[in-house]
């Protein structure tokens, strides 16, 4: 079987030289002594993990970042990268977590892309640390075939995931090794770069020593996988009243990201939950009883699903969960007299992307200067949604979210006391008005 040809990762099939002294700092003298990286590719979503021990020439001035190298393709799929510093041993080991920021230095001759992870505490000429860095890439692996003719109730699927033997590293690498996880022992096919093996379910490529800065050997793994979803899009809704229940909407657009069955049409199995729940059109179907067991058990008995469109061949779905959250489990008040709302960002399937996602916090009447935390980047914007109530609207993008972003972040605002009062007297006001109306016409 012929393995399919891409064109983003070709610019980086031969770096095979070294970066030029202008590519980083001068006073840069770190090596990479030893590296052990996992990829975990039992899903459909490619987990890296990197160990590094890294030190600091007796001869260089203090170092206060480590650089990271990434493909140009592996930059345009990154969804998530993170680094903490190891120090100690054994029980005694400190994990210090480090920030990480693409590099403002260009790109290296063969096309490299550098970040750095930011040393709190300066590595001193003649020290010696150890990193594990943590990066996730989304939609690398192809189907291969990308189209399936099969009369079988679940049939193979076989994707190619492409990669290279050694870890791309603009520093000298002592001594490194890969191994490549994979969900089951269904190898068809595997790139050798001697020493190379493969035993069941993991391949180990190594042990390399003594490897140029900004060396790649391009490798390709061709095997089986299970089917996996995506979603397309994901706009979440947050309503937050002043008293009762935060009202969450989510609608999505997903669809099965694998091979594509010819000529046989597939539908999800749909079925009308117990009409003791909220909505007589509620659905449920395959996938989505997943996410319905990670929400809180507090609002499973507030939880309604609307399939708007079914799966065809592929398969593609878009449907509506709602659900409710009791509001003083979020709505807390801080030390400075401003109350914030403590939610969690992104989608809680791990193994599943979200290409697309926003959602929307609508503040109780009367907030204002709304203030975001969120442990990573995202577009933020805000506006008044109601101009006579004052609701403050609060809205949150971003793209490529996996299951690591799937954190808690903090709206902070500032409330007005006068509107606590803002719902009771408007009942009272209505009660007051059929009242007079009910004086009127009695007594007149």
Same mark, same amino acid.
């Given at each position: 079987?012929?393995?399919?040809?891409?064109?983003?990762?070709?610019v980086?099939? %031969?770096?095979?030289?070294? /970066?030029?002294?202008?590519?980083?700092?001068?006073?840069?003298?770190?090596?990479?002594?030893?590296?052990?990286?996992?990829?975990?590719?039992?899903?459909?979503?490619?987990?890296?993990?990197?160990t590094?021990?890294?030190?600091?020439?007796? #001869?260089?001035?203090?170092?206060?970042? @480590?650089?990271?190298?990434?493909?140009?393709?592996? /930059?345009?799929?990154?969804?998530?990268?993170?680094a903490?510093?190891?120090?100690?041993?054994?029980?005694?080991?400190a994990?210090?977590?480090?920030?990480?920021?693409?590099?403002?230095?260009p790109?290296?001759?063969?096309?490299?892309?550098?970040?750095?992870?930011?040393?709190?505490t300066?590595? $001193?000429?003649?020290?010696?640390?150890t990193?594990?860095?943590?990066?996730?890439?989304?939609?690398?692996?192809?189907?291969?075939? +990308?189209?399936?003719?099969?009369?079988?109730?679940?049939?193979?699927?076989?994707?190619?995931?492409?990669?290279?033997?050694?870890?791309? *590293?603009p520093?000298? /690498?002592?001594?490194?090794?890969?191994?490549?996880?994979?969900?089951?022992?269904?190898?068809?096919?595997?790139?050798k770069?001697?020493?190379?093996?493969?035993?069941?379910?993991e391949?180990k490529?190594?042990?390399?020593?003594?490897?140029?800065?900004?060396?790649y050997?391009?490798?390709?793994?061709?095997?089986?996988n299970?089917?996996?979803a995506?979603?397309?899009?994901?706009?979440? $809704?947050?309503?937050?009243p002043?008293?009762?229940?935060?009202? /969450?909407?989510?609608?999505?657009?997903?669809?099965?990201?694998?091979a594509?069955?010819?000529?046989?049409?597939?539908?999800? #199995?749909?079925?009308?939950?117990?009409?003791?729940?909220?909505?007589?059109?509620?659905?449920?179907?395959?996938?989505?009883?997943? %996410?319905?067991k990670?929400?809180?058990?507090s609002?499973k008995?507030?939880?309604?699903?609307?399939?708007?469109?079914g799966?065809r061949?592929?398969?593609?779905c878009? %449907?509506?969960a709602?659900?409710?959250?009791?509001?003083?489990?979020?709505?807390?008040?801080?030390?400075d007299?401003?109350r914030?709302?403590?939610?969690?960002?992104?989608?809680?399937?791990?193994?599943? @992307?979200?290409?697309?996602?926003?959602?929307?916090?609508?503040?109780?009447?009367?907030?204002?200067n709304?203030?975001?935390?969120?442990?990573?980047?995202?577009?933020?914007s805000y506006?008044?949604l109601?101009y006579?109530?004052?609701?403050?609207?609060?809205v949150?993008?971003?793209?490529?979210?996996?299951?690591?972003h799937?954190?808690?972040?903090?709206v902070?605002?500032? *409330?007005?006391?006068?509107?606590?009062?803002?719902?009771?007297?408007?009942?009272? +006001?209505?009660?007051?008005?059929?009242?007079?109306?009910?004086?009127?016409f009695?007594?007149?």
């Amino acid at each position: 079987m012929t393995p399919p040809i891409r064109s983003l990762p070709i610019v980086v099939l %031969f770096f095979l030289s070294a /970066v030029s002294s202008s590519s980083l700092p001068p006073e840069d003298g770190i090596r990479v002594v030893s590296a052990e990286r996992l990829i975990h590719l039992t899903g459909p979503i490619a987990r890296v993990i990197i160990t590094l021990e890294v030190e600091n020439s007796a #001869a260089a001035s203090d170092a206060s970042q @480590v650089f990271l190298a990434f493909t140009p393709w592996e /930059v345009k799929h990154l969804a998530f990268v993170k680094a903490t510093r190891v120090d100690g041993k054994h029980r005694k080991k400190a994990h210090e977590p480090l920030r990480v920021q693409a590099s403002d230095l260009p790109a290296t001759p063969n096309g490299a892309r550098l970040y750095s992870a930011l040393l709190s505490t300066h590595l $001193k000429p003649g020290e010696s640390t150890t990193l594990e860095v943590l990066y996730v890439l989304t939609h690398v692996l192809d189907p291969y075939p +990308a189209r399936i003719v099969s009369q079988s109730a679940e049939p193979r699927q076989l994707v190619y995931y492409h990669d290279s033997a050694v870890i791309l *590293s603009p520093y000298h /690498v002592v001594e490194q090794v890969t191994y490549i996880k994979m969900p089951s022992d269904m190898v068809e096919s595997f790139t050798k770069v001697d020493p190379t093996s493969c035993a069941g379910a993991e391949m180990k490529y190594g042990t390399y020593y003594d490897r140029m800065p900004i060396t790649y050997l391009p490798i390709s793994v061709h095997y089986e996988n299970r089917p996996f979803a995506v979603v397309q899009k994901l706009e979440r $809704k947050v309503d937050v009243p002043r008293r009762g229940h935060i009202k /969450v909407t989510d609608k999505y657009k997903m669809k099965q990201d694998g091979a594509w069955y010819k000529r046989i049409f597939l539908r999800l #199995a749909a079925t009308i939950l117990p009409e003791s729940l909220f909505s007589s059109s509620r659905l449920e179907c395959p996938g989505i009883l997943a %996410f319905a067991k990670t929400l809180p058990s507090s609002s499973k008995d507030r939880l309604y699903f609307t399939l708007v469109q079914g799966p065809r061949y592929g398969w593609h779905c878009t %449907f509506t969960a709602g659900y409710g959250l009791p509001l003083e489990n979020y709505l807390f008040e801080s030390v400075d007299g401003r109350r914030y709302i403590n939610l969690t960002f992104g989608f809680p399937q791990l193994d599943t @992307v979200v290409d697309d996602f926003a959602t929307t916090i609508v503040l109780p009447e009367g907030s204002k200067n709304p203030q975001t935390i969120v442990p990573f980047p995202t577009k933020t914007s805000y506006s008044y949604l109601y101009y006579v109530t004052g609701r403050t609207k609060v809205v949150l993008k971003n793209k490529n979210v996996v299951g690591e972003h799937n954190v808690p972040f903090q709206v902070y605002y500032e *409330s007005n006391p006068i509107f606590v009062l803002a719902d009771p007297l408007t009942v009272w +006001a209505v009660i007051g008005f059929i009242a007079v109306c009910i004086a009127y016409f009695y007594f007149t």
